[in-house]
């Protein structure tokens, strides 16, 4: 597999697990309106996966499928970022889940737009808009929770104690990146949007290092595997079963 | 139409519009924009070919699939068959394209048209929002999110109606 495919994957990836782990707030949300708003962005983030499986599916040929490749590959082959895999813990922590990676993500896809290759810039535009959308509705919690109750305000703290240890990876460039995205800046940019919106949250900086990493070339965390079993069961136990 | 044998590239228009969108039955998918165009070709059999190309609202819109399958089925039904349908995703779908016409009838079925233009929107949802029952904008956003991708959801603090309203995107 070529850096361009794995590359195209490792963005499919990304987008399919946190589209797995937030459809789990299906009926469990803390207030029905909050439910919807999780499954309408896990929605996009399964429109975005399949976007890029498709593409890397006419890239790699063969029998390579958009199905195949989410349904049918071992840990070890995903690319995700280890902070999507995560469990969602409580609302806090997955709020703040939702905003690192948008966050991120927005500005990843505002570069992506400019790339020479068609149908990543089209995919890109497309994930722009939901993405920026996913962006200020997180944000907009983050500042709820952090500047809110002191219960909510705890349960940030806590939930960034949980998280931020894989923000950096977050930030880094793939060894099997195209060229298309100045990851020094995304790293940049999206420390001082979160320096940002922390400050006006009343959320202090943490003093922790941010040092889990891996994910990116298939070194996961255990929760992967528990995600991956639960994501692709029926595909091995029926295998080619169709919707 | 059907039995002139001849079908021309209006005929095919023509009959594309009575397509309707799924959730959103008062509109067709030219309405939302979501049908970009019918061009025809001439294939290498020397066959005439309609292309019809169509994008998606939302990434993950599961009408999509729905949208192409109503397409073929429109075409079938008058004996259509020399057509392929192409999805792409560049430009990347807006509400600017919904003309006032189509708000209206978006408005007279309840749901709240786009206000404003896709490149103005503020923090989430900051515009202000008319009932599309009584008219009044005194109304409140509930959820950022609603029924569909593309709606969010409000409530009227004047008339008490809950109501969707089309996201400007």
């Given at each position: 597999m070529n850096t361009f495919s794995q590359y195209i994957i490792h963005l499919a990836d990304d987008a399919i697990i946190m589209s797995q782990r937030l459809s789990e707030w299906t009926g469990h949300g803390p207030v029905l309106e909050q439910d919807i708003a999780m499954t309408n962005i896990a929605l996009d983030y399964l429109g975005q996966a399949r976007n890029f499986y498709q593409y890397a599916a006419i890239l790699l040929g063969g029998d390579a499928t958009e199905d195949s490749l989410a349904m049918l590959r071992m840990e070890h082959e995903f690319k995700n970022h280890l902070l999507v895999e995560l469990p969602n813990g409580d609302w806090a922590q997955t709020i703040?889940?939702?905003?690192?990676?948008?966050?991120?993500?927005?500005?990843?896809?505002?570069?992506?737009?400019?790339?020479?290759?068609?149908?990543?810039?089209?995919?890109?535009?497309?994930?722009?808009?939901?993405?920026?959308?996913?962006?200020?509705?997180?944000?907009?919690?983050?500042?709820?929770?952090?500047?809110?109750?002191?219960?909510?305000?705890?349960?940030?703290?806590?939930?960034?104690?949980?998280?931020?240890?894989?923000?950096?990876?977050?930030?880094?460039?793939?060894?099997?990146?195209?060229?298309?995205?100045?990851?020094?800046?995304?790293?940049?940019?999206?420390?001082?949007?979160?320096?940002?919106?922390?400050?006006?949250?009343?959320?202090?900086?943490?003093?922790?290092?941010?040092?889990?990493?891996?994910?990116?070339?298939?070194?996961?965390?255990?929760?992967?595997?528990?995600?991956?079993?639960?994501?692709?069961?029926?595909?091995?136990?029926?295998?080619?079963?169709?919707? | 139409m059907v039995n002139s044998g001849y079908i021309s590239l209006e005929d095919v228009r023509a009959i594309l519009q009575s397509v309707v969108d799924p959730e959103i039955p008062v509109l067709t998918i030219a309405d939302l924009g979501i049908l970009r165009s019918v061009n025809e070709r001439v294939d290498e059999n020397g066959d005439l070919q309609f292309e019809i190309i169509i994008t998606p609202t939302y990434s993950g819109c599961p009408a999509t699939d729905l949208i192409t399958t109503q397409i073929r089925m429109a075409l079938f039904e008058n004996n259509i068959r020399n057509f392929s349908i192409k999805t792409v995703l560049s430009p990347a779908w807006t509400t600017d394209w919904m003309n006032d016409e189509?708000?209206?009838?978006?408005?007279?079925?309840?749901?709240?048209?786009?206000?404003?233009?896709?490149?103005?929107?503020?923090?989430?949802?900051?515009?202000?929002?008319?009932?599309?029952?009584?008219?009044s904008k005194n109304t409140k956003l509930v959820s950022a999110f609603s029924s569909t991708a593309c709606k969010a959801f409000y409530h009227c603090l004047d008339c008490l109606e809950p109501f969707d309203h089309f996201k400007c995107h």
């Open positions: 703040l889940k939702v905003y690192f990676f948008s966050a991120y993500q927005k500005l990843l896809m505002q570069q992506l737009v400019q790339c020479n290759d068609e149908q990543v810039s089209g995919i890109a535009e497309k994930s722009l808009k939901e993405v920026s959308y996913h962006f200020r509705w997180s944000m907009e919690w983050v500042l709820r929770l952090g500047d809110g109750t002191a219960e909510s305000h705890q349960r940030m703290v806590y939930a960034l104690g949980d998280t931020w240890m894989f923000t950096s990876e977050l930030l880094e460039q793939p060894k099997y990146h195209q060229g298309w995205v100045d990851y020094a800046s995304i790293k940049k940019a999206w420390m001082e949007e979160v320096a940002k919106a922390f400050s006006e949250a009343s959320i202090e900086w943490p003093h922790g290092p941010s040092f889990q990493t891996g994910g990116l070339d298939g070194k996961h965390t255990e929760h992967l595997g528990y995600t991956l079993a639960e994501m692709q069961y029926m595909q091995r136990t029926y295998p080619n079963s169709e919707w | 189509a708000k209206e009838k978006l408005r007279l079925y309840g749901i709240a048209p786009p206000v404003g233009k896709s490149t103005d929107v503020g923090l989430l949802e900051a515009t202000e929002v008319a009932c599309p029952r009584c008219g």
